[in-house]
């Protein structure tokens, strides 16, 4: 099974093998280190997408849209 994973903008998601969502968040040019966030299930993935959509900002869009395609690579089977 190959690892599938998205880019929107500087977020990346990740589902590995394992069926969990790796996102990584991209630090500031120069400086900042990227944030790395790990999500087992499902559910974990819908609860940040509804937190991410309530925030401001182009980081928490671009975050909204890896969350919003995990959420729909995790449920949809034929995808797998």
Known sequence: MA???FLAGRVRARIAED???????A???GRGVPRQSMM?????VAD???AATQR????AICEARALRWALNEMKDPARR
Not at 19 to 25: A, H, P
Not at 56 to 59: A, F, L, R, T, V
């Open 3 to 5: 690892v599938r994973e």
């Open 19 to 25: 069926g969990s969502l790796i996102l990584t968040r």
């Open 27 to 29: 630090g500031a040019i």
């Open 40 to 44: 087992w299930c499902a559910e974990q």
């Open 48 to 50: 940040a997408l509804r």
């Open 56 to 59: 401001n900002g182009e980081d």
